[in-house]
């Protein structure tokens, strides 16, 4: 945990924050070990990355005063991805979120095990605490990712989408061969654990979808999300003109 999160409702009217919870105190106390004056980078969720100093700190409860905002970044990824076992798709969410991915789109595949869709991680919005824990992580990204769970492929929600592409074991084509406004603000498809259909394919490229490799090797799913993440993240930090992303 970089950064330590807090909802916008938890901020009174004299930019204090009192907080008694013992995940996030643990951290300042055993972890950060902060004292009273100490500054430390929190982030107000879908608002911003600031600075705050603590004014008082025990065992049982703190009290911060925010100082002054600090940039921060917007996501800029968006992954549709078939539904996979509950352990892999929590990993995606927090670790996914860390690389700046601005929503997810999770969908029954056809060799999605149906089942996967009554996983309690889907119940009373539990998946927020993942994606919450990825933001923590960033201490550069702030905003929650929107998150969708359909019962299929539907491509209606991405018809906006400009840029679309999935992975696929059949493509040579690679995201470094494409121009740099070609890969902003992409939509990356990605299958469940036993892959794509022949059929899913087809439909995919019908609806606008450039098939992509990234690897000689078949990936697990979350291995698959990291990479085809990290290899965008380095195009743009690679290219002259870097990432077209806003700041806060």
Known sequence: MNSICFFEHE??????????????????????????????????????????????????????????????????????????????????????????????????????????LQSKIYENEKYLEYMIDGLAQSKTYFQIPDFHLSKYLDFKQFAKFENKFFLSLNSTETFNQLALEKIQNPLIAIGPERGWTKQEEQKLIENGFHPIGISRSTLRVEHAVFSSLGQLEMIYLNSKKGPIISKS
């Open 11 to 116: 901020i009174n009217d004299k930019s204090l924050i009192e907080l008694n919870d013992s995940k996030r105190l643990n951290h300042l106390n055993i972890h950060l070990k902060v004292k009273p004056e100490d500054l430390l980078k929190i982030t107000i969720l879908n608002k911003g990355i600031f600075e705050a100093k603590v004014l008082e700190i025990n065992e049982k409860s703190a009290i911060l005063k925010i100082e002054e905002r600090i940039n921060g970044l917007e996501g800029q990824f968006h992954l549709a991805i078939g539904l996979s076992r509950p352990q892999t798709i929590k990993k995606v969410l927090e670790h996914a979120t860390t690389f700046g991915v601005k929503s997810f789109h999770l969908f029954k595949a056809t060799l999605s095990e149906k089942s996967y």
